[in-house]
C-alpha cells in the first residue's frame, strides 16, 4: 500500500504501474498532496495494462475533461482494479465528466466496489450514472453517502450487494421508491436521511425480503436527520418501530439493526422476540427507551447457543430495566452507556445463568453505594460469563479512593474479570 508519497512520488507510481510491479497492489493519494491534471492522466493511463493495482483512493482531486477520458479508457481495458475512489465535491456538477466515466464503467468487468461518497451528486448526477450502473455486471458495492440525492436509482440494480445512501436528502417519496429495490441488496445503509413516514414503507418490505442482512436507518425520522443532537420524532419513529416488530416475524435473514435517534419509545418494543428473528446485533442508542422497553426485550427466557449484542446506550433506562437485561440466557454484549442506573436496591437478583460476556455502564451516576451492591452480585458468581466491564464516567472525585478499594476487591477474586472505570472520570460536582 502506498500513501501520499515525496517528491518525484508520482513519476515512481507511474513507473511502478506501468512495469507492473506486483508490489503495488494499493495506492492512496492523499488530498493534501497538489496534483496536476498531466500527473492524473499519467497515473490513469498508467493502470490500463497494469494487473496488479487492486485499489485506486484518489479523493479530493479535480479531474478535468483530459484525465477523466484516461481513467474511462483505463476503466474499459483494466480488469484487475477491484475499488476506485476519484474525484472532489464538485464531480456531480460537471455532467460531461460523469458522462465519460459512465462510457468506461459500463464495460468494465473487474471493479467491485466504487466509492462516490461526498461527490457533490444530485438526482441529475445519479440519473447519468444509472445506466453504467445497471450494465456493469462485477460491481457489488456503491457508496453514494453525503451527497445531494433525494431518491435512489429508479431502477433495480441486481448486482449491488452493498450500498450506502446516508447523508442525503432522501425523503419520504424516496424511501417508498427504495423499498421496492431491495430484492438484491445485503448491506443497506440509509442513516441521515429525512426519510419520515417513508421509512415505514422499508420497514414494511423487509417482512418478505430474504437479502438484507444489515440494515442502519439511524436519525431517519426528523428533517434535522443529519444533527446528532437530534432525538428523531416518535411520531414517525414508534410507527418504524413497530413495523419492524411485524416484519422481524417472517424475516429471519436480517441479522444487524441499527435505529439510533429516531425517538422509539418503550411500547413500540411490544411484541419484539428476538430470538425468533435472525437478529444477532440490535443497537437502539439515543432514542426513549425506559425500563418497560427493557423487560418486554429481556422477556424471552430462551437459551440459545447466538450471541446477541444488544446496544441501548442513551436511553431512560433504570436499574429494574439493567436487571432484566442482565439476567437473560441469550445477550453477550449489553450496552447501556448514559442511561439511569443508579440508585440500586439492596439486593440483586443472582444472575447465576447471566449470559453478558461484555458490559457497559459508563455515565449512569452510578454512586460508591450502587457499586457495592453490583460488586457483591459478582464476587457471588453473578454474570459468570462476564469479561468486560466498562464504568466510565460515574466515579467522583471524592469517591475515588473507596472505588479503588472496591474494584481491587473485585479483580482479587475475579482475575479473567477486565474493569475499564477511570476512563471518563465524571467531573467533580
Not at 417482512?207 to 444533527?227: H, M, Y
Request: aromatic letters at 4%.
Amino acid at each position: 500500500m502506498v500513501w501520499g508519497g515525496n517528491d518525484n512520488a508520482v513519476q515512481k507510481w507511474v513507473k511502478q504501474l506501468t512495469e507492473n510491479d506486483p508490489n503495488l497492489t494499493s495506492l492512496h493519494i492523499l488530498s493534501m498532496r497538489r496534483l496536476s491534471q498531466s500527473d492524473l492522466k499519467s497515473i490513469f493511463s498508467a493502470i490500463t495494462h497494469n494487473t496488479h493495482l487492486k485499489t485506486l483512493y484518489c479523493s479530493g482531486h479535480a479531474i478535468e475533461q483530459e484525465a477523466m477520458d484516461h481513467l474511462s479508457e483505463a476503466l474499459t481495458l483494466n480488469d484487475t482494479l477491484k475499488t476506485l475512489n476519484i474525484g472532489n465535491a464538485e464531480l456531480g456538477r460537471h455532467e460531461d465528466l460523469l458522462r465519460i466515466f459512465a462510457e468506461g464503467l459500463a464495460v468494465n468487468e473487474g471493479l467491485q466496489h466504487l466509492d462516490f461518497e461526498n461527490k457533490g451528486l444530485n438526482d441529475t448526477a445519479l440519473a447519468l450514472l444509472a445506466p453504467a450502473l445497471v450494465k456493469n455486471t462485477t460491481l457489488r458495492s456503491l457508496n453514494l453517502a453525503r451527497n445531494e440525492l433525494s431518491k435512489p436509482v429508479d431502477q433495480m440494480l441486481e448486482n449491488i450487494r452493498s450500498l450506502n445512501l446516508s447523508g442525503n436528502k432522501i425523503d419520504a417519496a424516496g424511501a417508498r421508491l427504495l423499498s421496492t429495490r431491495l430484492k438484491h441488496i445485503e448491506d443497506l445503509d440509509i442513516s441521515n436521511n429525512p426519510l419520515m413516514d417513508g421509512a415505514v414503507a422499508l420497514a414494511e418490505a423487509l417482512g418478505n425480503n430474504t437479502s438484507i442482512k444489515s440494515l442502519k436507518l439511524i436519525g431517519v425520522t426528523s428533517l434535522n436527520s443529519d444533527d446528532e443532537e437530534d432525538m428523531g420524532d416518535s411520531t414517525h419513529g414508534n410507527p418504524l418501530m413497530i413495523k419492524l416488530v411485524q416484519a422481524l416475524k417472517t424475516n429471519k435473514s436480517l441479522n444487524r439493526v441499527w435505529l439510533d435517534r429516531n425517538g422509539i419509545e418503550s411500547y413500540a418494543l411490544e411484541g419484539l422476540d428476538i430470538l425468533q428473528s435472525g437478529l444477532t446485533e440490535l443497537r437502539l442508542r439515543n432514542n426513549k427507551v425506559d425500563d418497560q422497553g427493557a423487560k418486554w426485550l429481556a422477556q424471552e427466557k430462551s437459551v440459545t447457543d447466538r450471541h446477541i449484542h444488544l446496544d441501548l446506550g442513551s436511553n431512560k433506562i433504570g436499574y429494574e430495566g439493567f436487571g432484566a437485561l442482565l439476567d437473560t440466557s441469550w445477550v453477550h454484549h449489553l450496552g447501556l452507556f448514559n442511561n439511569k442506573i443508579n440508585g440500586l436496591p439492596d439486593i440483586l437478583p443472582e444472575l447465576k445463568t447471566s449470559t453478558v460476556e461484555s458490559l457497559d455502564i459508563g455515565c449512569n451516576g452510578i454512586t460508591i453505594e450502587d457499586l457495592g451492591v453490583i460488586v457483591t452480585v459478582l464476587l457471588q458468581d453473578g454474570v459468570p460469563q462476564l469479561r468486560l466491564l466498562e464504568m466510565g464516567g460515574n466515579a467522583k472525585e471524592e469517591e475515588m479512593e473507596a472505588w479503588e478499594s472496591a474494584i481491587a476487591q473485585l479483580q482479587e477474586q475475579r482475575e479473567e474479570l477486565e474493569i475499564a472505570w477511570k476512563r471518563f472520570m465524571q467531573e467533580q460536582q
